[in-house]
C-alpha cells in the first residue's frame, strides 16, 4: 500500500511540522528514507510533540516562518526544492476561531493559497496535498454521513475557513492543475488522537494532564460521541495520495478524499476517558460536570470513506481499544522518561508491519 522505493530520497516539504500531525508525518516521512524540510510557526504549547522527540534533528531545513507570507515562503521553496508538499500548517481550531477570527482566515485560506500558487511557480513540484477536515461539510446536524461530493459550508469561521481552502484548492486544480506535471489532492479527515497531542481544548489534552499525575478530570460533555481515529490512519491515506498523485500520472487521484475512522470507534467522551485511565493505570478520579449546550461546536458528523477504500486500497485499521493503547503506551513511555523519538519511531514501524504497509 505504501511504494517504501518510492520515497527513498524524495525531497518532501511538511506545513505543520512543528504540529501534532506535521510532527507524526515528517517523522513517518523520515523513516521511509525521505528527505524531510518543514515550514511553519514554532510550538506554542510549553509541551509538545515536536520538542519531546527532538524532531529538530530529522530536518534538512527547519523554517519558522509565517504560511501568510509569500516572500518568505517562496524563499523557502527556493532552497528546499521540494518534490512533495505536504500542507498542514493552519489555526487547527474551533473555539480559537472564535478569539482569532481574522488569523484562523488569513492562515487557513492564503496559507493554502500560496502553497497552490507555489506548485504553480515552481517546475520541481510534482505533488502537492492539502490538508483539510471533515467540518468542510455543511452541517445541518441531521447525522448524516458525508461523501466527497457533498456540498462544503460550515458556519464558524475554522469550518468555513478550511471550506473555503477546500474550495480554492478545487478551483486551482481545475483552473491550473489539470495539465500541469503536478498532482493535486485534497484530504479530509476528522478528529484524531495519539501520542504527544497537547494542543488546548481537547479532551485527550485534559485527560493525559489529569491521569499522568493522578489528578481528577472534569468532564463535562460526558455524552457527546465522536469518532475516534489514531492519527497513523489519515496520515497512511495522506501518503498514499502523495505517491500516487506524482507527477500527475494518475489523473484519477487528483481532488478530494475522506479518511474516516472505523464505525466501532464511535464512544462517547465518558468511556473515551474511562478506557485511556484503564489504560494509563491511573488513580484519577473522573467528575462529570454537566455544561450547558454549547451551540458553537457542531455534533460530530461522519464521514464516508468507500472512494478510499476502493479506488486509493486506503483501509481504517485499528478498533478503539488499539486507538487508546498506542496512545497511552506512548504518554506512559514519555512519563517514564524514556527516548521519545525511539518510541515514536517503533509506533510507526510497528503500524507498518502489523498492517502488512
Ligand atoms: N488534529 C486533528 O484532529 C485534526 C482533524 C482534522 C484536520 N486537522 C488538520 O490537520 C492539520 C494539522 O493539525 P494539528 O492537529 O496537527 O494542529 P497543530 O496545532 O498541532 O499544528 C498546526 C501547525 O500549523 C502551524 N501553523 C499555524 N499557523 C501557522 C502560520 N500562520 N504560519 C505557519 N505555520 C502555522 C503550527 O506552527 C503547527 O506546526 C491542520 O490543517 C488541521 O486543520 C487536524
Request: charge should be positive.
Amino acid at each position: 500500500m505504501i511504494n517504501k522505493r518510492f520515497w527513498q530520497g524524495k525531497k518532501v516539504l511538511i506545513t505543520g511540522h512543528t504540529g501534532f500531525k506535521g510532527g507524526w508525518l515528517s517523522l513517518w516521512m523520515k523513516h521511509l528514507g525521505a528527505k524531510v524540510s518543514g515550514y511553519s510557526l514554532s510550538p506554542i504549547t510549553n509541551k509538545n510533540f515536536f520538542n519531546i522527540t527532538k524532531l529538530k534533528n530529522i530536518f534538512e531545513y527547519d523554517f519558522r516562518k509565517n504560511i501568510q507570507n509569500m516572500n518568505d515562503l517562496s524563499k523557502a521553496v527556493k532552497k528546499i526544492k521540494p518534490q512533495i508538499i505536504f500542507h498542514l500548517a493552519a489555526q487547527p481550531q474551533v473555539l480559537e476561531s472564535y478569539n482569532n477570527p481574522y488569523n484562523t482566515v488569513l492562515s487557513n485560506t492564503m496559507g493554502t493559497t500560496n502553497i497552490l500558487e507555489i506548485g504553480r511557480k515552481f517546475k520541481f513540484v510534482k505533488s502537492i496535498v492539502i490538508i483539510t477536515t471533515d467540518k468542510v461539510y455543511k452541517n445541518n446536524e441531521r447525522k448524516i454521513k458525508f461523501n466527497e461530493d457533498d456540498p462544503l459550508g460550515g458556519d464558524d469561521l475554522y469550518s468555513s475557513s478550511k471550506a473555503s481552502a477546500d474550495i480554492i484548492t478545487l478551483s486551482y486544480l481545475t483552473s491550473f492543475y489539470k495539465n500541469k506535471k503536478c498532482g493535486l489532492a485534497v484530504a479530509r479527515a476528522g478528529n484524531c488522537i495519539g501520542g504527544g497531542d497537547w494542543t488546548k481544548y481537547r479532551i485527550l489534552t485534559d485527560c493525559s494532564n489529569s491521569f499522568l499525575k493522578n489528578k481528577n478530570l472534569i468532564i463535562r460533555n460526558p455524552k457527546s460521541k465522536r469518532p475516534w481515529q489514531h492519527v497513523f490512519e489519515p496520515l497512511l491515506g495522506y501518503i498514499m495520495l502523495g505517491e500516487k498523485i506524482f507527477k500527475n500520472k494518475y489523473k484519477k487521484f487528483n481532488g478530494a478524499w475522506n479518511f474516516g475512522p472505523n464505525v466501532s470507534n464511535h464512544v462517547n467522551v465518558e468511556q473515551f476517558a474511562k478506557i485511556l485511565k484503564r489504560k494509563m493505570k491511573s488513580n484519577s478520579k473522573l467528575i462529570v460536570r454537566l455544561k450547558k449546550n454549547d451551540k458553537r461546536e457542531k455534533t460530530q458528523l461522519d464521514l464516508k470513506s468507500q472512494k478510499s477504500k476502493k479506488l486509493l486500497g486506503w483501509r481504517s485499521f485499528l478498533n478503539i481499544n488499539q486507538t487508546l493503547q498506542l496512545t497511552a503506551d506512548w504518554y506512559l513511555a514519555f512519563k517514564k522518561d524514556q527516548n521519545m523519538f525511539e518510541v515514536s519511531k517503533r509506533q510507526v514501524k510497528d503500524f507498518m508491519k502489523h498492517n502488512f504497509l
